[in-house]
C-alpha cells in the first residue's frame, strides 16, 4: 500500500495512472500490482520521450531547411 502512495505522489506516475485507470483495478486486485506497473510506466516513459539523437536530427533539419529558404531569398 506504500508504494500505492509513493505513486500518487510522484506527478507523472499519477497522470499516468489517470490516463490509464485500469491501473487502479490492478491495485486493488492484487499487491503485487505496483511492480508490472513500473515496467509499464518506464516502457510508456522510454516510448515517449525522444533520444538524444532523435531531437538532435530533428534540430539539423531545422536548420538546414532554414538555410536553404535564406539562400533562396538571396
Do not use: C
Not at 500518487?8 to 503485487?32: C, G, H, T, V
Not at 505496483?34 to 533520444?51: E, I, V
Request: hydrophobic fraction near 40%.
Amino acid at each position: 500500500m506504500q508504494e500505492y502512495y509513493n505513486m500518487l505522489n510522484n506527478k507523472e506516475q499519477r497522470d499516468f495512472i489517470r490516463m490509464y485507470p485500469a491501473w487502479f483495478k490492478e491495485f486493488n486486485r492484487s499487491n503485487d500490482a505496483h511492480l508490472n506497473f513500473n515496467k509499464a510506466f518506464d516502457a510508456a516513459k522510454k516510448d515517449a520521450t525522444p533520444s538524444r539523437l532523435v531531437t538532435v536530427d530533428k534540430h539539423l533539419k531545422t536548420a538546414n531547411l532554414m538555410i536553404k529558404l535564406l539562400k533562396g531569398f538571396s
